[in-house]
């Protein structure tokens, strides 16, 4: 079992910065990749990024490239959302996960959620 609990999410204007956190713990964290999601108010869960078991390889959606950076510290059983020049319609609670299959864009390939952080961007 593995438990995924986040935390660094709250409210910030338009333009600014937040840094997601997720530490994993039980199982062993290099055996998996992980991955950031989020759900609007209304609206389907969506990937957000993910990164591979190494930290070699990252994967964005189009809506966060260039703005979202992932980044995983396996002897500190971390895994990093570094947020910048955020907009209103990042909103949403965002979700890490852990998964053991190469499918990381897919949330019903992940094994693993958290319960959620809230990032609210105002305008």
């Known amino acids: 079992q593995v438990q995924l609990v986040e935390s660094g999410g709250g409210l910030v204007q338009a333009g600014g910065s937040l840094r997601l956190s997720c530490a994993p713990s039980g199982r062993t964290f290099s055996n998996y990749g992980m991955g950031w999601f989020r759900q609007a108010l209304e609206k389907e869960r969506e990937f957000v990024a993910a990164?591979?078991?190494?930290?070699?390889?990252?994967y964005y959606a189009d809506s966060v490239k260039g703005r979202f950076t992932i980044s995983r510290d396996n002897a500190e059983n971390t895994v990093y959302l570094q947020m910048n020049s955020l907009k209103p319609e990042d909103t949403a609670v965002y979700y890490c996960a852990a998964t053991s299959s190469y499918y990381y864009r897919t949330p019903g390939q992940y094994d693993y959620w958290g319960q959620g952080t809230q990032v609210t961007v105002s305008s």
């Open positions: 990164i591979s078991r190494t930290g070699i390889s990252t």
